[in-house]
């Protein structure tokens, strides 16, 4: 259709310049595609903001207060230790299962424990 719309405005002779000038206009629609889809793949600003920090990145950084502190002493010491291993080591389930010397189902229920208990004592 793009050929056809632009048939006015070929200059050369059919045999010298319409496969060129015919490849110009493919190559011009697919890159006004590429760009159409770009632009349809963009966020909008409000949502494309910077997303929170993780909670270990706060802990790290020393803006976390001295509720935190509290409720991670009321934790049990095997659990601050998966969560030590976890969050603050980095650590997978399996490492820190390797780790501890426990299975990964304990390591996991340490964990869970852990954000449940802590997330009580922050609310």
């Not at 310049?17 to 590429?34: C, E």
Request: aromatic residues 4%.
């Amino acid at each position: 259709m793009a050929v056809w719309r632009s048939a006015g405005s070929f200059t050369g002779s059919a045999q010298s310049g319409a496969t060129g000038w015919i490849w110009t206009i493919a190559a011009r629609r697919l890159v006004d595609a590429f760009r159409h889809r770009a632009r349809a793949a963009e966020l909008p600003l409000a949502i494309a903001a910077a997303p929170a920090p993780a909670a270990e990145d706060e802990v790290l950084a020393g803006r976390v207060d001295a509720d935190l502190l509290r409720a991670l002493h009321t934790l049990a010491p095997e659990v601050r230790r998966v969560l030590q291993a976890m969050v603050l080591d980095g650590l997978s389930v399996r490492d820190t299962s390797a780790l501890l010397g426990v299975p990964e189902s304990t390591v996991k229920l340490r964990a869970r424990m852990a954000r449940i208990r802590l997330r009580e004592a922050l609310s």
